[in-house]
């Protein structure tokens, strides 16, 4: 049977500032989006048949933020990642917890493995991620627990799977839109991200779990 192999890169930015959203006294303000999952635009791509087959998914995590004024670092925990497609629903690529330091990942520009799964062939049209928490450590030598709206956080993808190819989606959280405080100097984590995925990509992953990939042809993006 012909094999694919599906990977998603989740470069998580950590740009700019930190936003201020709320001027009340309110500790536990709602971000502007409330919903337990968020779901990004797709740019319409015309999408041929698969080549059929099985694949594996690839997870990685990366950070290429420019430095925030008065936060050292951000630790993003996922408990699950899954896949979705028309034909078959929702499929889970792992449920082993990762936990991401985000500048440290921007530093050193790396994608970070967090996870794989062999798939079938086909059209893949969302990534949800499970978020367990997000630390927020500021220059200062505190620690704080960022608030999250929901738990899930859903883009759309337009990823094509083909039988022995390999196949990438990369997710950009930007953290400059996603983190916020409040008036009470409590943080909020409200994701926000872009997506672009390829098809025949050229993956590997080293002895450190760093992941590398050229190549392929854009097959969709989102915003």
């Known amino acids: 049977m012909n094999k694919a192999i599906a ?4 470069v998580l930015l950590v740009a700019g500032g930190i936003y201020f959203f709320s001027r009340t006294t309110d500790t536990n303000p709602t971000p502007s989006s409330t919903a337990t999952s968020t779901t ?12 059929s087959g099985t694949g594996k998914v690839l997870i990685e995590i990366t950070d290429k933020a420019a430095d925030m004024t008065a936060v050292s670092e951000v630790q993003m925990t996922l408990s699950k990642v899954e896949l979705h497609s028309q034909a078959k629903g929702w ?6 917890s990762n936990t991401f330091k985000l500048l440290a990942l921007k530093s050193s520009g790396h994608l970070q493995f967090a996870g794989e799964a062999s798939i079938s062939a086909g059209v893949y049209d969302q990534v949800k991620l499970t978020i367990d928490n997000v630390i927020v450590k500021t220059k200062a030598g505190t620690s704080k627990t960022a608030k999250l709206p929901g738990k899930t956080f859903t883009v759309i993808t337009n990823m094509m799977v083909n039988g022995r190819q390999t196949s990438s989606a990369k997710i950009d959280i930007m953290a400059d839109k996603s983190l916020h405080t409040t008036t009470t100097g409590e943080y909020v984590f ?3 991200a872009e997506t672009e995925t390829r098809s025949n990509v050229t993956a590997s992953v080293d002895s ?6 050229s190549g392929g042809t854009v097959t969709g993006t989102t915003k």
């Open 208 to 213: 450190h779990d760093v992941v590398t990939t």
């Open 190 to 192: 409200a994701p926000t």
């Open 91 to 96: 499929m889970t690529i792992t449920t082993e």
């Open 40 to 51: 990004t635009s797709a740019t319409s791509t015309p999408t041929p048949t698969p080549i």
């Open 7 to 10: 990977v998603i890169i989740l």
